[in-house]
């Protein structure tokens, strides 16, 4: 009998264990969250707001912007002006933090050897802002920062 009951409850006690890991929440990759197609809330020049989504008298208009990531690889990323390159994109994951990279894009857009770079600094399906590593010719030299939801 003392078997039974030693086995029963060594039996309760894994079906637990089993159970407990079962219901952990899977993480997402963090490309899953991002592959979708995108478009600014907001967006700063440096330390300047020039743009929010839906108000009137903005500095820059960005209505055009879009950043479509829903390809597992390809991006089509379409600048304020309405330029259009396409090409690769990838997340690269360190410790320090994560940055987004397009990258092969065509036709090349100005200044960039077609390879653009912006440092992750929040990201969810809702929601995902980012900040361009390098100034950009296209806005007077300026460091952006973009704050996107889903159109």
């Known amino acids: 009998m003392k078997k039974i009951s030693t086995f029963l409850v060594l039996a309760v006690v894994t079906a637990l264990i089993i159970g407990q890991s079962a219901c952990k929440p899977k993480v ?17 020049h440096g330390t300047t707001l020039v743009y929010t989504k839906g108000a009137t008298g903005n500095v820059v208009n960005y209505t055009n912007w879009r950043l479509d990531l829903s390809s597992p ?12 390159f396409s090409g690769q ?10 940055k987004l990279i397009l990258k092969n894009l065509t036709p090349q857009p100005t200044g960039t050897n077609g ?21 950009s010719q296209k ?9 996107l939801v889903t159109p």
Request: hydrophobic content about 25%; proline content about 4%; cysteine-free.
């Open 28 to 44: 997402k990759p963090l490309s899953e969250i991002i592959g979708r197609a995108w478009v600014p809330q907001t967006v700063n």
């Open 73 to 84: 690889s390809s991006v089509t990323y379409k600048e304020f002006d309405g330029n259009s």
């Open 89 to 98: 994109w990838e997340v690269q994951e360190t410790g320090t933090g994560n």
């Open 139 to 147: 806005t007077g030299g300026t460091t952006n920062k973009y704050t």
């Open 115 to 135: 390879t653009v770079e912006f440092t992750i600094n929040s990201s969810s399906e809702s929601e995902f802002i980012i900040t361009r590593t390098t100034p």
